[in-house]
């Protein structure tokens, strides 16, 4: 069976599929221990069969060459599908030895052009690298960076009854999202997603151009350990290439069903909506400081409402609505009275009356039957909220992207801000939305510097996001996304910058305007509204694990000294 060569290898043809599909790394690596290094002659020596490699030629091409934002194309030299560690070690050891450009995907929802960008020449694709099994040798649960989020929780659950509190979104590849910090509707109850990480295995390069596979854990000492906590955070692109996230939640012991979180087995879902044409501005910022407010009164770990997680979403007024929908865990005592007491505080002093949430808006499906709350099974809702917004699911559109940190309400003239940018007639799409989701509870018993997760006391979190269907509509849109984001915070320099009110921004909704001096007018770095204090420590792993900068981005974590 013939594998494509690559450009400058000489003439050659596109192969077939040239490998089955592993399940992990070429072997279980004892904690701590890296594999060996062998050359292309080793590799087939020991019969590990090659990557399928597409090439500009393939009519494949076109399709592994961008990702879910249709903003960001690459035109890279090869594109490699791997299917195992083995494979995507031999990927990085290709680019290294020929000097290309190296970038990495695995579920292609990277927000900015980390990926996919003009300068990248050959990209592995992690996505055939999507398998979920139980590690008996590290007792805990291994998750390939390819799996998408949803084929994560089936099998977790279906399995052995466990999940991770990872995203909503079912696409979302575990690659860039773990590393991230993800977050999701669990996140108040069990935490963060990297709350739970206990390992990763990951193909670095040394000083010398050499790849290897090594397995980090929080088990190890110096440099092990940091790798392992630089993955708890420190965002995608970084310090290597992830080939599986291992999960064991810190303290846990016993049979698997034992290391991980069990979900709630059914979960109360709720989902309002409010008519623009009924809103008015003390309408919209009632609304929006009412819900802040119950967030920052819950935002401590221990209280009664770590259970519920909710997300309000300004759609514009184009959308013709605003949403909110809730979820909390049913099997707990008054789990009804406490969500009746949670919309009872939301909608005091609004006049505008609830209705069925009949309209997608933004990211966020329509659940017309939820306007009254409904018991279901926590897998079941789990599918409902991920798979059922039209829009997250189109292939087709371009879109930006905006984050905030916050610790204390919007302030009065910043909701003034909110309800102009919002309720006016300067955007020429319906996607155009700002979603607030709550945050805290379990996530803020951390302290700020055990993960690379920084954001460990904020109440809440904002993603403002705007979608088009052609470029000739970008300019209108970016345009009204960075002033809908930058006046919202004029008095800190158009960005988030740490205060008793803000706390930086989500690296997992990466947006380059942060590091450019006429968008971000304040003091602080972008890295710094990403990482805070972490960064230093960042640098550092970074120096060690990845001294020639061979992954590296526009945002990437710099190397110390740069």
Same mark, same amino acid.
């Given at each position: ?209 050499? +790849? %290897?596979?090594?397995? /980090?854990? &929080?088990?190890?000492? $110096? *440099?092990?350990?940091? =790798? ?5 955070? @420190? ?56 819900? +802040? %407010?119950?967030?920052? /009164?819950? &935002?401590?770990?221990? $209280? *009664?409402?770590?259970? =519920? ?5 300004? @759609? ?56 009254? +709350? %409904?018991?279901?099974?926590?897998? &079941? ?182």
């Amino acid at each position: 069976m013939r594998v494509p060569k690559e450009r400058g290898e000489g003439p050659g043809r596109r192969g077939l599929l040239a490998a089955s599909l592993g399940t992990g790394a070429a072997a279980v690596l004892a904690p701590g221990r890296a594999a060996a290094a062998p050359g292309p002659a080793a590799d087939r020596a020991a019969g590990a069969p090659p990557a399928e490699v597409v090439v500009p030629d393939d009519p494949r091409y076109g399709e592994v060459v961008s990702g879910w934002n249709q903003r960001w194309t690459a035109t890279p030299d090869a594109v490699h599908l791997v299917g195992t560690a083995a494979q995507a070690r031999a990927a990085v050891q290709r680019a290294v030895r020929r000097g290309q450009r190296l970038s990495v995907r695995s579920g292609g929802h990277c927000y900015e052009d980390f990926v996919f960008h003009p300068d990248a020449r050959l990209v592995v694709d992690l996505s055939r690298m999507n398998g979920v099994s139980y590690d008996p040798a590290h007792r805990a649960f291994g998750v390939q960076p390819g799996a998408r989020l949803l084929d994560v929780y089936e099998e977790l659950y279906l399995r052995w009854g466990v999940t991770v509190p990872a995203g909503i979104c079912f696409s979302v590849g575990a690659g860039g999202h773990v590393c991230g910090g993800g977050w999701g509707m669990l996140c108040r109850r069990d935490g963060l997603v990297v709350d739970h990480l206990f390992g990763v295995e990951a193909v670095v390069v040394d000083a010398s151009g050499t +790849a %290897r596979l090594v397995t /980090a854990t &929080r088990e190890d000492e $110096g *440099p092990l350990r940091d =790798l392992w906590w630089a993955h708890t955070g @420190g965002g995608g692109g970084n310090f290597g290439l992830v080939t599986r996230y291992l999960f064991r939640s810190p303290g846990a012991a016993g049979e698997p069903s034992d290391l991980l979180p069990a979900p709630p087995r059914e979960v109360l879902l709720c989902a309002l909506s409010w008519s623009w044409e009924d809103l008015d501005r003390a309408d919209v910022t009632r609304l929006l400081d009412n819900w +802040a %407010r119950f967030q920052v /009164a819950h &935002r401590d770990p221990g $209280g *009664p409402y770590d259970s =519920l997680c909710s997300y309000l979403v300004l @759609g514009h007024r184009s959308t013709g609505t605003v949403s909110l929908t809730v979820q909390s865990d049913a099997t707990e005592p008054d789990a009804e009275a406490r969500l009746d007491a949670f919309l009872r505080e939301l909608t005091r002093g609004v006049r505008a009356r609830t209705g069925a949430a009949d309209r997608a808006v933004g990211k966020h499906p329509a659940l017309p039957g939820l306007h009254t +709350a %409904r018991r279901m099974p926590w897998m &079941r809702a789990t599918r409902l909220l991920g798979t059922t917004n039209a829009l997250v699911n189109d292939p087709s559109l371009y879109g930006d992207f905006k984050s905030a940190y916050l610790r204390r309400p919007f302030t009065a003239a910043q909701a003034d801000t909110l309800y102009d940018q919002f309720s006016g007639t300067d955007v020429g799409t319906a996607t155009a939305s700002l979603t607030l989701s709550s945050y805290g509870g379990r996530v803020n018993a951390v302290p700020r510097d055990a993960t690379a997760s920084v954001h460990r006391d904020s109440a809440f979190k904002a993603l403002w996001g705007v979608f088009w269907d052609s470029p000739a509509q970008e300019a209108a849109s970016l345009s009204w996304i960075r002033a809908a984001y930058g006046d919202v915070f004029a008095a800190t320099g158009g960005v988030p910058a740490p205060t008793d009110a803000a706390d930086g921004a989500y690296v997992n909704y990466p947006d380059a305007d942060l590091g450019d001096s006429r968008w971000n007018t304040s003091s602080v770095p972008w890295h710094d509204l990403y990482y805070g204090e972490n960064y230093p420590r960042l640098q550092r792993v970074k120096g060690h694990w990845d001294p020639t900068d061979v992954f590296h981005h526009r945002q990437s974590v710099r190397l110390p000294g740069r």
